[in-house]
């Protein structure tokens, strides 16, 4: 797709058990700032080439890292990259781990 890891994430997690809480918290850290939620891509295109594309704040990190911790939920059967949405689950609870023991929300920015 567009080569993001949430893109790819919000595409191979089901929506069973806790897919369906997880996918929503995860659309709002890689789509807050979009022209649909807010009303304008202002954000989308910021000077010198910055998007900013989302965030959360603490208490929304707590819980997509425990949600991902807690691993009830389910990989699609059809998965490009075997072991990808793991590999990024991992990753992400790194980011999240950090963000939360410093007492911080987390933001998705990109640059175009």
């Given at each position: 797709?567009?080569g993001?890891?949430?893109?790819?994430?919000?595409?191979?997690?089901?929506?069973?058990?806790?897919?369906?809480?997880?996918?929503?918290?995860?659309?709002?850290?890689?789509?807050?700032?979009?022209?649909?939620?807010?009303?304008?891509?202002?954000y989308?295109?910021?000077?010198?080439?910055?998007?900013l594309?989302?965030?959360?704040?603490?208490?929304?990190?707590?819980?997509?890292?425990?949600?991902?911790?807690?691993?009830?939920?389910?990989?699609s059967?059809?998965?490009?990259?075997?072991?990808?949405?793991?590999?990024?689950?991992?990753?992400?609870?790194?980011?999240?781990?950090?963000?939360?023991?410093?007492?911080?929300?987390?933001?998705?920015?990109?640059?175009?």
């Open positions: 797709g567009d993001s890891p949430l893109s790819y994430l919000l595409e191979y997690i089901t929506r069973e058990d806790d897919g369906s809480e997880l996918l929503d918290i995860v659309e709002e850290l890689a789509n807050r700032f979009s022209k649909e939620n807010v009303g304008h891509d202002n989308r295109r910021g000077s010198g080439g910055m998007c594309l989302g965030y959360l704040n603490r208490d929304e990190c707590d819980k997509l890292r425990n949600l991902l911790s807690r691993g009830k939920w389910a990989v059967r059809e998965e490009i990259y075997d072991g990808g949405v793991r590999e990024i689950a991992k990753y992400l609870i790194i980011v999240l781990r950090q963000a939360s023991s410093r007492g911080h929300g987390l933001l998705l920015r990109a640059h175009s």
